[in-house]
């Protein structure tokens, strides 16, 4: 029975209460509470969206390579010894038209310059892991690089030739008559792509430099570098004065690559076209004997 009548009481309570939400100044007070929470939520959205934005920016910033690079103060090259382009003198300073270019774009962005030799092979891990924060040397502008990087303009002419020993350069005049060599290979490079779409026998090392070691050693019978490398490095008052280069295989371009999307390409573009303009490149090509190869820069 108490149950009944407390059961009773709450039902008519209920009642009561739905009777006075029914009252215009309660509707009243309801649309003013109403307007006020959406002003609120209004200010709230705003803050929201104002933050959206800042992140935003921030997000812009992080893209930026050149922020990135700035930042930390150093621009870091990735290398190998390759004269006449990066190479050390007697103090174990880097030097070499690359070396030489790469310390003056980085002076004019405000930064320290860092060289690091890397394997070759791996020059697009390297990049995209920020280990390095670009490739400069002598690379090649292959399609697998032009895919893979964000790439300078065209500034140097090169070509991959064949290296043999000088006593038997004359048997090796063309393409025929390299079937039956074994060759050594830079691995990843220009040369091992050529070497592959001949079908020559190759064995991949880690540089150039060491390309050259093995036909010295005669543990393989010919190589294949860059013609710029090999007029600076193979033949008379040389340290391989008893080699030499034979054929030319191609036609092919240097190009300087950072991380795709890296707008210090960019600004490399623009430093090259002033200091083209200015003569400092064309000075600095003729330092190292690579002047002829030097593409105009507009």
């Known amino acids: ?59 812009s910033a992080d893209d930026s390579d050149l922020t ?7 621009l870091v090259v990735g290398i190998t010894d390759f004269e006449p382009m990066d190479y050390k003198n007697a103090d174990g300073d880097w030097i070499g038209f690359d070396a030489d270019m790469a310390k003056s774009f980085a002076e004019t962005i405000g930064v320290e310059v860092e060289f690091v030799e890397i394997d070759w092979d791996n020059k697009i891990m390297e990049l995209d892991g920020k280990t390095i924060d670009c490739v400069w040397n002598g690379m090649t502008l292959t399609p697998e690089v032009t895919s893979s990087m964000e790439c300078s303009n065209a ?8 290296i043999v020993p000088s006593d038997v350069a004359d048997q090796y005049q063309d393409v025929e008559s390299l079937s039956e060599l074994t060759f050594a290979v830079e691995a990843g490079s220009a040369g091992e792509e050529q070497a592959n779409e001949l079908g020559l026998n190759c064995t991949p090392v880690k540089a150039q430099a060491d390309a050259l070691m093995e036909v010295a050693a005669g543990t393989s019978d010919a190589a294949i570098i860059d013609s710029l490398m090999a007029a600076a490095m193979v033949g008379e008052g040389t340290g391989y004065a008893n080699l030499t280069y034979t054929i030319g295989l191609n036609d092919e371009e240097y190009g300087v690559g950072f991380r795709k999307g890296s707008d210090l390409a960019e600004a490399l573009n623009d430093f090259l076209v002033t200091r083209y303009a200015d003569g400092s490149i064309l000075h600095c090509a003729e330092t190292y004997g690579v002047q002829a190869a030097i593409i105009e820069q507009k």
Do not use: P, W
């Not at 309570?13 to 100044?25: F, I, Q, V, Y």
């Not at 509707?27 to 104002?50: G, K, P, Q, R, Y």
């Not at 990135?68 to 150093?74: E, F, H, N, P, S």
């Open 155 to 162: 500034y140097c002419n090169n070509a991959q030739v064949v």
């Open 1 to 59: 029975m108490k149950k009944f009548i407390a059961l009773t009481l709450t039902l008519a309570l209920s009642m009561s209460l739905m009777a006075c939400g029914n009252s215009g100044a309660a509707d009243n007070s309801s649309v003013v509470s109403d307007v006020d929470t959406l002003d609120i939520n209004t200010d709230a959205v705003a803050e929201s969206n104002s933050g959206d934005n800042t992140q935003a920016d921030a997000v």
């Open 68 to 74: 990135y690079v700035q930042d930390k103060g150093t």
